[in-house]
């Protein structure tokens, strides 16, 4: 069991270029999630899915957009990179009918945005 | 919007004190209270959570305690060791919302 992976590790990218960002899952959970963690602020949920072919938006979306096509695939989109942007991206998954359920990190993608 | 207040941001204790974090949280409907270690470069883990039918849960060294009324929850470790020292998170859930705290880094000092 590889449990929850993220592809890439670390990624640069110059100011208005795109990336997609993978999570995989191998426990068949149902709910995952995209998180961007900054230093002092925690993490942020970005938008999260409670299923295959459903997304919903988070506490911070925008910038952002995401497709759940397989189920335990969760890709996060950057459409045009701001420095704002710059980040620590999390993935996570979790099993159940619920959100209050543990959730599984993947190791995360660090992202520089210049 | 809903928040939860974390504190301290760090903490420092001598090896083999106790250790205390504590949060509070806005929405009064939060029912699942989780705590996650971050180590340095590491992904967060959960360490333990509590449900709002229960006031104190206990896991070894880690104890969670929850006062509703208040609103407010801690995480207490006893015993500290250097494996100890991490990043702590709280969080509070209801329905489809967990919020998170900004994170208590806990030094343990030799």
């Known amino acids: 069991n590889a449990g929850v992976t993220q592809t890439p590790k670390f990624r640069v990218l110059k100011t208005g270029q795109s990336m997609t960002l993978l999570c995989a899952q191998d426990m068949n959970h149902e709910y995952m999630y995209w998180y961007r963690q900054d230093p002092g602020m925690g993490l942020r949920l970005i938008h999260y899915s409670v299923g295959e072919g459903t997304t919903a938006k988070g506490e911070v979306p925008d910038g952002y957009n995401v497709s759940r096509l397989k189920k335990q695939n969760f890709l996060l989109g950057l459409e045009s990179a701001a420095p704002s942007q710059t980040s620590v991206y999390f993935c996570?998954?979790?099993?159940?009918?619920?959100?209050?359920?543990?959730?599984?990190f993947g190791p995360g993608t660090r992202l520089l945005v210049l | 919007g809903e928040n939860v207040e974390q504190h301290p941001s760090t903490l420092s204790v001598q090896e083999g004190d106790s250790a205390v974090i504590k949060c509070t949280y806005s929405?009064?409907?939060?029912?699942?209270f989780p705590w996650y270690k971050q180590e340095l470069g590491k992904r967060p883990q959960l360490i333990i959570d509590i449900r709002s039918n229960v006031g104190e849960k206990k896991d070894q060294r880690i104890a969670v305690t929850l006062n509703k009324t208040a609103k407010h929850f801690s995480l207490h470790i006893t015993e500290t060791q250097p494996e100890d020292s991490a990043v702590y998170f709280c969080a509070a859930g209801s329905n489809y919302q967990l919020i998170w705290g900004a994170g208590t880094k806990l030094i343990i000092k030799p």
């Open positions: 996570a998954s979790s099993y159940g009918t619920s959100i209050l359920e543990t959730q599984y």
């Open positions: 929405d009064s409907a939060s029912n699942y």
